[in-house]
């Protein structure tokens, strides 16, 4: 069997490929007559089967090999492209994913499961005997080797290694066991070239290393001479395919084009740790600035600045790291959507937005499961079935819309559904049977609504298995809040579902405004700040508490803090006013004075402080202090709360 | 250290009345420094503390435990405990009158707490102990700390 470090190379490639198995099965569902789709699947399994069979484990090889050969008929044009086989491909995944996981140790895998998909796929490959092709196959049929090629550098390399690793890339499908960190490169090259070219591609390094290149696949053996492991979680790994340097062609445009970047895989542990040293490094230089401002040098003044400099572009390079596009996690909504409109017998589409959205990883993350109950949710309760939609006059087809997309310092996921909308009367009256509110109560329409994500709640006249017992959308609210982000939901009868999730962009490190109220220190995001004006004592008294000021032209309303955070009165004559823009309007908040920007890490509140909606976090102060970081949606509304009161 | 039949316990002072919390939670104890206070919290929340680099929150001990107010002290310390509350390990800090020292109880020098009787949720308390004259009553420390209510026994009912 094969050394620890290589199982999980190959199971992390692996997990991959099922990743574009999947959206690949996806997309030829929606557009049976994509050609270069049927080749990639079908290059993707043969890959899968490879490099199953190179890291020994058999159950994966066997299996896929099953797969492979019912996509071979699909590509030669023997075999039509039907829903029918669709499912048996996902399901072929699911499995393979389900091995994989058997591999590293967890999970059990039904064993029953294997012989049923056989036996679908058989079913599939016997269609083939069926005399005439289904389809004309495109091109003619391509001729495939694997290659093992083990490279060992004895000297310094002429050319860098990436390059030579794009090279083979374009050759056709490389999968990088060992990469150019190891002593030994182990890579896996399958492609229609022979042997000569892989060959020709290392001739820039000839004499520099030892190269072999064997066609065909055997098992890697452990303990083979000097083979060691690739060191820790980081490998080099191809993003996509490049298109075969024998370009036939294709039915359609390359749409997975050519995207040779080379990339490196680092464990979310690292990152986490460099996030957290960056936090500690942003500490100190603010208390090396304070220090070198309490004693002002010539020869610090310059340095220290630099400092501030280099490690702000740090900080923004690191936290950037940290940053993935949102439709990563598309996919795999769109293979929810699908599942669930076969178990509901309902059509839906699902029509996603700003794929390109970047956010946090860990916020993504920790949003993947809310945001499958909140689909699950639209799914079971709000999208009618396709007779009852008919009847409403809507087409058969209904269409969820999820969209991401950057406002500010914030991320907006909003999901949308046009079904049939949140029923008011059956959530009071279920909310009255509930005891969540009394009898008569008068609520708004807005709040009725928004009973909906109280704890406990549950309008399913049958709890379905789909979305249960409605325990989910409070848990979303929960989720979100935890991410110090907040959640709304606007609904009209028979039109639709609209819920809009609003999250921080970066969990860790923030650029902010320092001010002092009543000798407290408290920090404003820097991006929201438009500007500072003063505010007088006698404009203060001449106001008559309406807290408005003239900021250029148009009246702005002002938050005096020190009333909010119910401290004494200010003795000074004048105060100064930070205005800010807070989902889209400005609101000026009155503090003692602005010190001056400060950059470092956001702690949480924590749980104790769940209630306070005020601040998101503290930060340490160059001094060793502790200053509260405001939330300005939540000021703005315990302001707006505030003022009403009074 | 925990025997088979004896536990060691960190006692504190409220008032007049003598607890101990299992010496495994706490994590250190801390003179009375700045405490930044954050408005808008619950009384019983007096703010947050810096602990070497770290946010730490600090309850009132006196105000969740229902005593009458006093103002803190040179004896006032901070307890600063590691609980897992939610599943999670949490770090929070409590405010004592004073702490006292660590202590030995074995299981049969303990004694279920009354029914009735008692200022508290009876839940929150794990056991009475006594050494010598006095009575010393040992904490659930999570419950104290996992509870947003009232903590007076009267206010169960």
């Known amino acids: 069997m094969l050394a620890a470090g290589y199982l999980q190379t190959f199971v992390d490639e692996a997990r991959e490929l099922l990743e574009r198995i999947e959206a690949g099965s996806l997309a030829l569902e929606a557009r049976p007559d994509d050609r270069e789709v049927v080749h990639q699947l079908f290059r993707a399994f043969h890959t899968l089967k490879g490099s199953a069979g190179v890291a020994g484990v058999a159950a994966i090889a066997s299996f896929t090999h099953h797969v492979e050969t019912a996509m071979d008929h699909v590509r030669e044009g023997r075999v039509a492209v039907t829903p029918a086989l669709i499912s048996v491909v996902l399901s072929a995944k699911d499995h393979v994913a389900a091995l994989l996981d058997a591999a590293l140790g967890g999970g059990a895998v039904d064993p029953t499961a294997e012989p049923a998909l056989i036996g679908r796929l058989a079913g599939i490959a016997a269609l083939a005997g069926t005399g005439a092709p289904a389809v004309a196959p495109v091109a003619a049929p391509r001729e495939i080797t694997d290659f093992l090629i083990t490279f060992r550098p004895i000297r310094t390399l002429e050319v860098e290694p990436a390059d030579l690793l794009d090279e083979l890339r374009t050759l056709g499908q490389l999968v990088v066991l060992a990469g150019p960190e190891a002593p030994i490169w182990q890579l896996l090259l399958t492609t229609e070239r022979d042997e000569r070219a892989v060959r020709d591609a290392f001739l820039f390094v000839d004499g520099s290393g030892e190269l072999e290149v064997e066609a065909g696949l055997r098992e890697l053996i452990a303990d083979e001479p000097g083979s060691q492991p690739p060191p820790g979680p ?37 990152l986490d740790q460099l996030v957290k040293l960056i936090g500690e490094l942003v500490i100190n230089q603010s208390r090396l600035h304070q220090a070198a401002g309490a004693h002002p040098s010539a020869e610090l003044a310059g340095p220290v600045e630099a400092m501030a400099r280099l490690i702000g572009d740090v900080r923004d390079n690191v936290l950037g790291l940290r940053m993935v596009p949102i439709g990563t996690t598309f996919t795999r909504y769109q293979r929810l ?5 076969g178990e509901l017998d309902k059509s839906v589409e699902l029509v996603t937005e700003g794929d390109d959205t970047e956010l946090d990883k860990t916020v993504i993350d920790q949003l993947g499961d809310a945001l499958v109950h909140v689909l699950r949710n639209s799914m079971d309760h709000g999208v009618e079935r396709p007779d009852e939609r008919v009847a409403a006059g809507k087409p058969a087809r209904g269409t969820i819309r999820l969209a991401a997309a950057h406002e500010g310092t914030h991320v907006v996921i909003t999901i949308s559904d046009d079904g049939r909308g949140i029923d008011t009367a059956a959530v009071r009256r279920k909310a009255e049977a509930q005891g969540l509110i009394q009898p008569g109560e008068l609520l708004s329409e807005q709040e009725a609504i928004a009973l909906v994500l109280r704890p406990g709640f549950s309008t399913a006249a049958a709890v379905t298995q789909v979305s249960g017992r409605g325990v989910g959308m409070d848990a979303v609210k929960r989720t979100v809040e935890g991410l110090r982000g907040t959640m709304s939901i606007a609904s009209e009868r028979g039109a639709g579902t609209r819920i809009r999730l609003t999250l921080p962009l970066t969990l860790a490190i923030i650029d902010g405004l320092l001010v002092e109220i009543d000798r407290d220190r408290f920090v404003v995001p820097m991006a929201a700040v438009t500007e500072n004006l003063e505010l007088g004592r006698t404009e203060r008294a001449a106001n008559n508490r309406r807290n408005l000021i003239a900021v250029r032209g148009e009246l702005v309303p002002y938050i005096r803090l020190r009333e909010v955070f119910a401290m004494p009165e200010t003795t000074d004559d004048y105060e100064k006013i ?13 503090v003692d004075r602005v010190i001056g920007s400060h950059q470092t890490v956001i702690q949480p ?30 000021t703005v509304r315990t302001g707006a709360r505030h003022q009403e009161a009074s | 250290m925990t025997t088979a039949s004896s536990c060691s316990y960190i006692t504190f002072k409220l008032g007049d009345e003598l607890f101990a919390i299992d010496v495994v939670r706490v994590r250190e104890v801390l003179d009375l420094s700045e405490i930044t206070r954050v408005p808008t919290a619950p009384p019983y929340m007096r703010g947050v503390v810096n602990v070497r680099g770290s946010a730490v929150p600090v309850v009132d001990l006196r105000r969740k435990f229902g005593l009458p107010p006093a103002d803190d002290t040179v004896h006032t310390r901070i307890l600063v405990l590691e609980l897992e509350l939610d599943g999670e390990l949490a770090v929070v800090g409590g405010l004592a009158d004073s702490v006292h020292e660590v202590i030995e109880l074995a299981t049969d020098q303990l004694a279920e707490p009354p029914r009735i009787a008692m200022r508290w949720r009876a839940e929150l308390i794990q056991a009475l102990g006594k050494k010598g004259d006095q009575f010393i009553i040992l904490l659930d420390i999570a419950r104290v700390f996992a509870s947003d209510a009232d903590l007076l026994a009267s206010a169960a009912s």
């Open chain 1, 337 to 341: 959507v699908r599942d669930l409109c």
């Open chain 1, 578 to 590: 930070v205005v800010v823009s807070v989902e889209g309007e400005r609101v000026g908040l009155v």
């Open chain 1, 234 to 270: 980081v490998a080099a790994r191809t993003i996509d395919p490049s298109p075969e340097a024998t370009a036939a062609p294709a039915a359609s445009p390359a749409r997975a084009a050519a995207r040779t970047d080379a990339t490196v895989r680092v464990s979310s542990e690292r």
């Open chain 1, 605 to 634: 509140l924590g749980r104790f402080y769940r209630g306070v909606d005020m601040f998101s976090g503290t930060t340490i102060l160059g001094d060793g202090r502790v200053a509260m970081i405001l939330d300005l949606p939540g």
